[in-house]
Structure formats: C-alpha cells, structure tokens
T-cell receptor, first 115, second 113 residues
Framework: GDSVTQTEGPVTVSESESLIINCTYSATSIAYPNLFWYVRYPGEGLQLLLKVITAGQKGSSRGFEATYNKETTSFHLQKASVQESDSAVYYCALGASSGSWQLIFGSGTQLTVMP | NTKITQSPRYLILGRANKSLECEQHLGHNAMYWYKQSAEKPPELMFLYNLKQLIRNETVPSRFIPECPDSSKLLLHISAVDPEDSAVYFC?????????????FGEGSRLIVV
C-alpha cells in the first residue's frame, strides 16, 4: 500500500540554525503521487505548508522548501534559518488515488526551535 | 481558519452519545472526517463527495457520518469507548479527484473518561 516515512521527533534546533526533516514515500496506487507538507501549530488545525505535483519540481513557502525526487522517492523539508515561530508538528503526506482521493500522512515530526 | 468550522472544539464524555459538526464555506464538493489519536498521524474515516458517501474506512459501527448538504458534515458517535479519545478533523477539497488540496478545520478534541 501507500505509505510515508519521515524523521522521528522530537527535533530541537536553535533559532537561526538550518533544518531538514526527511520524508520518503512508497506509492503503489498511483505512479506520480502529489506530495504535501502540512503543519500543525499548537492549538490549531492542520494547514497546508507546500505542495508539489510534478516530479523534479520544488515547492516553497514561508522560507521552507521541498523538492519532489522520484528517483529517491523523497520529499525532504528544508529551511536555511528557522525561527521560534516555526515550532510545530510537520507532516509529510502523499496524495493517493485508489478509487477515491485521500491523503496518507507520515507520523509527524515535532519541531521545537529554541530562542 | 474560519472557512471550516467545527463544533464542539472540546468534549469530555463517559459512555454517551454525541455528534460532532462541521461546516465549510469554501464551496467544496468533497468533505472528510479524519481521526488523529495521540502520537499518530491523521487517518481517514469517511469521505463524502456531493453528499454521497464514497469511501467508508473500517471504522467501528458506533461512528455514523451524515452529510445533510454539501457544506455540512456530521459525525454521530454512540456509546463512546476510551480508544475513541482523539482529535477529529473535518476537511474539504474541491472534489474527490487526485491533486486536490485538503483544507482542515481546527479539530474537535474528544476525551473519553
């Protein structure tokens, strides 16, 4: 079946440091899945951070970037310089299509940015 | 996010019946219920497209979804169990086809005592 594996948390970094959260996927229901990063800030619901639907393309938002790499089946999330406000849980997700559309989420990575 | 509203936001229950409500103001055709238990990712429970139940995951029969119109979604829970403690997210998307982004509500946190 379809699945997503991402960096296990919690991850703690200091403000201004760089960040990478690894994400790899396995897609059996669809050859070219759409890939997403969602974020959940404390006390809030899930929000779309970025989305890439074409292999080889890069998505970016709020200083975060992720490149859709079909060869390595990866979609790692990176940021050059994190801020305290980036503290949240980050979810990598795969758009699957076995009959109907749904998102398959990774287990989530809790990120804490220390001031 | 006020475009998808859920109520109640917090709920503490014994073995009782309760309904969760969701309304989306995005004009979307598809609506979803996801369940997120502690330390786990969100998992799809139900999917409606144009008021029709398209996908019914293997959830316990005590969960009954209802879609009175394309902008509203309900989740009726009868005789809750401690394993039902979780955050229930409502989501919507333009349609049920591949490529659509899902937009989530803020969730309803259910605590079963």
């Amino acid at each position: 079946g379809d699945s997503v594996t991402q960096t296990e948390g919690p991850v703690t970094v200091s403000e201004s440091e760089s960040l990478i959260i690894n994400c790899t996927y396995s897609a059996t229901s669809i050859a070219y899945p759409n890939l997403f990063w969602y974020v959940r800030y404390p006390g809030e619901g899930l929000q779309l951070l970025l989305k890439v639907i074409t292999a080889g393309q890069k998505g970016s938002s709020r200083g975060f970037e992720a490149t859709y790499n079909k060869e390595t089946t990866s979609f790692h999330l990176q940021k050059a310089s994190v801020q305290e406000s980036d503290s949240a849980v980050y979810y990598c997700a795969l758009g699957a299509s076995s009959g109907s559309w749904q998102l398959i989420f990774g287990s989530g990575t809790q990120l804490t940015v220390m001031p | 996010n006020t475009k998808i509203t859920q109520s109640p936001r917090y709920l503490i229950l014994g073995r009782a019946n309760k309904s969760l409500e969701c309304e989306q103001h995005l004009g979307h055709n598809a609506m979803y219920w996801y369940k997120q238990s502690a330390e786990k990712p969100p998992e799809l429970m139900f999917l409606y497209n144009l008021k029709q139940l398209i996908r019914n995951e293997t959830v316990p029969s005590r969960f009954i979804p209802e879609c009175p119109d394309s902008s509203k979604l309900l989740l009726h829970i009868s005789a809750v169990d401690p394993e039902d403690s979780a955050v229930y997210f409502c989501a919507s998307s333009p349609g049920r086809y591949s490529g659509n982004t899902l937009y989530f509500g803020e969730g309803s946190r259910l605590i079963v005592v």
